[in-house]
């Protein structure tokens, strides 16, 4: 079956310092791809996209690139906040139509 | 920002009571969803609906229940509340196909505790 594997918490850095965090999926065919992001307090908002390999979804400052030989879906930044604090999921949809399957989540703390 | 509303924020309620979770968008999304939220972050899928009428039982098995009989309007109901049922329940919608398929608005969530 499909599912989405990330990287686990908490990542703790400093303002400023470069952040990654690791997805890696399993699903045949060529699944959509995806990163949410749940600030404190809030629900799931999309973070980003990828639709098809090679495509490099990016926002607010953040960017994921689809490989398809890696089956991965790494999430960077450059110089994180400490409002980039929160939650990160990833997530896969195999098909069109098809319900997302999510990774289990990376808190990010992000310190002063 | 999405136009998904979830109420109440926070319920907390004594054993064998009935909760209902209200959830409303105003987007005209088809689809809508139920994610059950483990303190550990990990989101279950419940419940999730294809449009009006139609509901269906998702990956965690769950013995909340859910309608549909408006498009915006997809309401989940705990017939006798256990504490084992204590957790963040999120509410979130999506068109039906089309270039955002895939893309879920979310509400901020409902944040059950049972006693």
């Known amino acids: 079956g499909n599912s989405v594997t990330q990287m686990e918490g908490p990542v703790t850095l400093s303002e400023e310092a470069f952040l990654t965090i690791n997805c890696t999926y399993t699903?045949?065919?060529?699944?959509?791809l995806f990163w949410y992001v749940q600030y404190p307090g809030e629900g799931l908002q999309l973070l980003l996209k990828?639709?098809?390999?090679?495509d490099k979804g990016s926002n607010k400052g953040f960017e994921a690139t689809y490989r398809k030989e890696t089956t991965s879906f790494h999430l960077e930044k450059g110089s994180v906040q400490v409002s980039d604090s929160a939650v990160y999921f990833c997530?896969?949809?195999?098909?069109?139509?098809?319900?997302?399957?999510f990774g289990g989540g990376t808190r990010v703390l992000v310190k002063p | 920002e999405a136009d998904i509303y979830q109420t109440p924020r926070y319920l907390v309620i004594g054993t064998g009571k009935k909760i209902t979770l209200e959830c409303s968008q105003t987007?005209?999304?088809?689809?809508m969803y139920w994610y059950q939220q483990d303190p550990g972050m990990e989101l279950h899928l419940i419940h999730y609906?294809?449009?009006?009428?139609?509901?269906e039982k998702g990956d965690l098995s769950s013995e909340s229940t859910v309608s549909r009989i408006r498009t915006e309007h997809f309401p989940l109901t705990l017939e006798s509340a256990r504490p084992s049922h204590t957790s963040q329940y999120l509410c979130?919608?999506?068109?039906?196909?089309?270039?955002?398929?895939?893309?879920?608005?979310f509400g901020e969530g409902s944040r059950l505790t049972v006693l």
């Open positions: 979130a919608s999506s068109e039906l196909s089309g270039q955002r398929d895939g893309e879920l608005f």
């Open positions: 699903a045949t065919g060529y699944p959509s």
């Open positions: 609906s294809y449009g009006v009428n139609s509901t």
């Open positions: 990828a639709t098809k390999a090679d």
């Open positions: 987007m005209g999304h088809d689809k």
């Open positions: 997530a896969l949809q195999k098909a069109a139509g098809n319900k997302l399957t």
